[in-house]
C-alpha cells in the first residue's frame, strides 16, 4: 500500500467554524485502495477531516490536494472539474437525514445516476441490482423519511454505491446499527477490499476495526497524534486511555 499512489495529500491543514477549531495543521496523505479509519473522542475533528476530504469545506490554512490538484474552491467554481471529483468522491454522512429528501428509495437511488446522465435502462437495472445488493428490495416504494434508523442508513450507503466511486467517505457506518446489520456493513466493507476503492471511515465502533481498516489514525483535538496498523493502535492501551478511547468504569 505504501507504494500506490496518494489520492489525497494534507499539509498543514486547519480549519475552524468561526471561533471553534474542527482541524489544526494536519499532515495526512491517503493512498489508492489504502482502507483507512479515523478514531477519536466526539469533537476530535473527524466528521471535519472527512467534509474536507470531499471537498464540502476548504481549508484555512495549509494545502489540500485531490487526484493531483489542489482541493479547493476553485476546483469547484469550474462545473467539469467539479462533476469529476463528485464522482470519483462518495461521502455517507453520519445522519442519513442530510442525505434523503426523494419521495421514494427507488427515486433516492435514481438520483445520483440521473445527475451522472446514465441511459434511463441503466439507471433501472443498477437500482435493481442496488436494492438487492443492499437486501433493501423491500423498501424500494416506501418514503426514506419514514424508514428507521438502520435502514435509512442501509438506503444512504447505496445510494452513493450505486455510482460507483473511486473513494468512499463513510461517517460512522455502524452507528445505530442492530448488530446484524452493523456486521453486515463490516462485511460488505471487507468485500470492497478487493474492488479496488478507497475508503477512509470516521468510527468509534474499536471492536470492529482490524476488520474495516488497514491503517488508522487518532485524531485529538483536530490534530493526528498516532497513526498505524490496527493492532498496534488497539495495543496501545495508554494511547487510548489519552485520547478518551476507553470505558472508564465506577470505582
Ligand atoms: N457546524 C459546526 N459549527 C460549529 N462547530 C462545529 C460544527 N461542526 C463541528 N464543530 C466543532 O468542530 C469540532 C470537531 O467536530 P467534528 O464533528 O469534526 O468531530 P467528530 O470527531 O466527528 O465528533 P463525533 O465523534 O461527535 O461525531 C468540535 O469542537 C465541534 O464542536
Redesign the pocket.
Known sequence: MSDSAPLFELDGVSYA??N?P?LDGLDLTVRSGERLALV?A???????LLKLLAGLIFADHGSVRAFDEALDEDLFADEDRAIAFRRRVGLVF?NPDIQLFSPTVFDELAFGPLQLGWPPEEIRSQITATLERFEIAHLGDRAPHRLSGGEKKRVALACVLISEPQVLLLD?PTAALDPQSADAVVAFLQAERSQDRTIVL?T?DLDRIEAVADRVVV?DH?KIVASGSPGAILDDTALLARSRLLHTRPA
Open positions: 467554524y468561526r471553534t474542527g477519536g466526539n469533537g476530535s475533528g473527524k466528521s471535519t453520519q460512522e470516521a468509534h485524531l483536530g
